[in-house]
């Protein structure tokens, strides 16, 4: 803010669940990502869309909420994407079957008409829709002009630089490099522990700096794992703890007085 740039030796810009951006700090990004600036944008519904800097690299972030219909959705609470399929691309590729999760997030979609190459990094299941209407006390239900999944969560984008930074040389001028999630929940503290989010925020990083060789699936710490249930897996347990285990109980009982 104090120099109005981004510092030429700058790794990475992340911009975390911005709600606004000054007109200086917004044109200082976008001169920074057109000399070949990397940067990681976590939104989130609502809040500030980034427009015109994510459209010039085919990203466009949708004026809805997912809401996802699946099993899992109704552990996690409705409006918990749940990413179950990733693209061929270093940042998702050893995700392998491992699910994510991005606590009310917003679909992304392509933006067409420009030099950028962009990659769907993560989708949803088919179950999931984007609300752009939801009413709060309300139960979430697809409407018509919802948008219809699977729904993309998080993109990443490549193009050329358009122009070349002061201290850099013309003849090595590095692409543009761009991710962009609609959810940043999933990279805090609060989400960070489900699923594999921590692997894919971290990967998402590490390729935007050309990192490449130090992206992996990273071994778990010792200690309790999140279990997650369907409402029909949590009734079944119920019956068997309140009612199986008592009758087994009693007649175990009666066998050994008769």
Not at 107 to 115: A, I, K, M, R, V
Not at 168 to 189: I, L, P, Q, W, Y
Not at 212 to 228: F, K, V
Request: glycine share 10%; with cysteine; charged share 15%.
């Amino acid at each position: 803010a104090a120099v109005a740039a981004v510092p030429d030796d700058a790794a990475a810009v992340i911009v975390d669940a911005a709600t606004s951006m000054s007109d200086a700090d917004r044109a200082a990004l976008q001169t920074y990502l057109d000399a070949g600036g990397r940067a990681l944008f976590l939104l989130e519904p609502g809040a500030e869309a980034f427009s015109s800097l994510l459209g010039a690299y085919g990203l466009q972030a949708n004026d809805d909420v997912i809401v996802d219909g699946s099993a899992l959705g109704g552990v996690l609470g409705p409006e918990t994407a749940t990413g179950a399929a990733y693209a061929t691309h270093p940042v998702t590729q050893k995700l392998g079957a491992a699910l994510t999760h991005f606590q009310r997030a917003r679909s992304l979609s392509e933006h067409p008409g420009t030099p950028a190459t962009t990659t769907s990094l993560v989708q949803t299941g088919a179950d999931a829709f984007g609300a752009l209407h939801l009413e709060p006390g309300v139960a979430p239900a697809f409407h018509d002009g919802d948008i219809q999944g699977p729904l993309t969560v998080m993109m990443a984008a490549t193009a050329p630089s358009a122009s070349s930074s002061p201290s850099s040389s013309s003849s090595h001028k590095k692409e543009t490099r761009v991710v962009v999630a609609g959810d940043a929940t999933f990279a805090s503290n609060q989400g960070i522990h489900l699923g594999a989010n921590r692997d894919l925020v971290v990967n998402a990083v590490l390729w935007l700096v050309e990192r490449d060789d130090a992206i992996a699936i990273r071994p778990r710490g010792r200690g309790g794992d999140l279990l997650l249930l369907t409402p029909t897996a949590r009734e079944r347990i119920a019956f068997v703890l309140l009612y199986g285990l008592p009758v087994i109980l009693l007649c175990a009982g009666l066998s050994i007085s008769a």
